[in-house]
């Protein structure tokens, strides 16, 4: 079935230190793919997506490209800084026919950057 | 522009008790989700709305739970009576349309059952 697996945390890095949070899915079709962010406290924000093969998203210094090949959607920073400590939740969509709007998600991803 | 709202934040019950959550779209947004969260795990969607109805309500579980949109803006859910496995965050989220248009989340309502 339709799945999305996620590197499991929590992950702690210093700051300035490069981030990398593995993301594989399995699905039919073309998905979109998502990377969602909750810092503590907040809702679900919308960090980054992709629509469509070899598309990269790109959002407050993250990236990540949609490879169809490996049905991969890594996310990745060049440079972590404390306030991005959050949790990381990668999620697909489908791309049409029934449940197209349905958002499924992986576990989730705790990031916590230490000064 | 104000994000989806959610009332309570934070609710503890007993087991058997009744408990309902509350949440406002955001202006202009047709369709409302109501997710679930256990602990440690990612948002399950629970039930959609466009405008006033459900549309989807297929992973409710009906027997206890009740959601209802009453002139296709605020959002009810219920859960009657609430069991220890009904622990976790309860998440609002709306979007302009289903389908492509992004989804807005609000803050949650985590619920204790004990």
């Known amino acids: 079935g339709n799945s999305v697996t996620q590197m499991e945390g929590p992950v702690t890095l210093s700051e300035e230190a490069f981030l990398t949070i593995n993301c594989t899915y399995t699905a039919t079709g073309y998905p979109s793919l998502f990377w969602y962010v909750q810092y503590p406290g907040e809702g679900l924000q919308l960090l980054l997506k992709a629509t469509k093969a070899d598309d990269k998203g790109s959002n407050k210094g993250f990236e990540a490209t949609y490879r169809k090949e490996t049905t991969s959607f890594h996310l990745e920073k060049g440079s972590v800084q404390v306030s991005d400590s959050a949790v990381y939740f990668c999620a697909f969509r489908r791309g049409s026919g029934a449940g197209s709007y349905q958002l499924t998600f992986g576990k989730g991803t705790k990031l916590s950057v230490i000064p | 522009e104000a994000g989806v709202v959610q009332s309570p934040r934070y609710k503890i019950i007993e087991k058997k008790q009744p408990v309902a959550f509350w949440c406002n779209p955001i202006?202009?947004?047709?369709?409302l989700y109501w997710y679930r969260q256990n602990l440690g795990q990612g948002p399950e969607l629970l039930i959609r709305?466009?405008?006033?109805?459900?549309?989807?309500d297929s992973q409710l579980p009906k027997d206890r739970f009740s959601a209802e949109r009453l002139k296709g803006v605020d959002s009810t859910l219920k859960i009657q009576p609430a069991e220890l496995g009904d622990s976790a965050v309860y998440l609002c989220?709306?979007?302009?349309?289903?389908?492509?248009?992004?989804?807005?989340f609000g803050p949650g309502t985590r619920l204790t059952v004990t």
């Open positions: 202006s202009g947004h047709n369709t």
């Open positions: 709305y466009e405008n006033e109805e459900a549309v989807d």
């Open positions: 989220a709306s979007s302009l349309n289903s389908g492509t248009d992004e989804q807005y």
